[in-house]
């Protein structure tokens, strides 16, 4: 959800814009520099939403191309965990070691779903957490540890990943590539922050999701 997602109030926003406003969003966070030498497109020919090693990430998908440098696995710490329920775009309920956890996604928001007001929901969250639902389908689900335990809300702060069939989806990378989430990471969780930024320019010149004039 956009916000503050991270543990501590003074951290940064790392987030590449391109100087463009996200359609109806309160989303134009403020960047640092990151001197990132980021890919200039995201190459690829017939490609379908990437995982992380930019494979497919299952049916109904955008398409999207291969996002380079893509992981093709977790490569730090990691717990299994069960799917309690999507709570929307960037959070999950997870059995986690036999407890019942929130989860929040590192590196990354996306629109917050208006509870107060249901009658009229946001067409992009919504858009969000249905995404985030598909990815997460009839799949294992791992959490991987960046380096904070929790944030300030007493989430779990994990980068979210499906195994199926020997064939991993990042699920964090996947919602930024097809348009469905915004990069926002807060230091020291920063791992997989230059291929998060990657994916959010390819789409944005593709303008998918959010960067384009309607929801995905």
Request: proline share 8%; charged share 20%.
């Amino acid at each position: 959800m956009l916000g503050v997602p991270g543990a501590r109030a003074a951290t940064a926003v790392d987030v590449d814009t391109g100087g463009m406003s996200l359609p109806r969003r309160p989303m134009a966070v403020v960047s640092l520099a990151l001197a990132v030498a980021l890919i200039a497109s995201a190459c690829g020919g017939g490609a379908t939403t990437p995982d992380a090693s930019g494979g497919a990430a299952g049916t109904g998908s955008a398409t999207v191309a291969p996002i380079p440098g893509a992981p093709a696995h977790p490569t730090g710490p990691t717990q299994d965990a069960t799917l309690v329920r999507v709570v929307d775009g960037d959070t999950i309920r997870a059995m986690v070691g036999g407890i019942e956890e929130r989860v929040r996604y590192i590196g990354m928001d996306t629109p917050e779903l208006n509870t107060n007001s249901p009658a009229t929901p946001d067409p992009y969250a919504e858009a969000a957490t249905e995404a985030n639902r598909r990815l997460l389908a009839g799949g294992r689900l791992v959490l991987e540890k960046d380096v904070s335990e929790r944030d300030r809300y007493d989430r779990l702060l994990r980068n979210v990943w499906l195994e199926r069939d020997g064939a991993w989806t990042f699920v964090n990378l996947a919602l930024v590539a097809e348009g469905y989430a915004q990069v926002s990471t807060y230091p020291p969780d920063v791992k997989y922050v230059d291929t998060l930024l990657a994916a959010q320019r390819a789409a944005r010149e593709d303008e998918r999701g959010l960067w384009g004039g309607s929801p995905p």
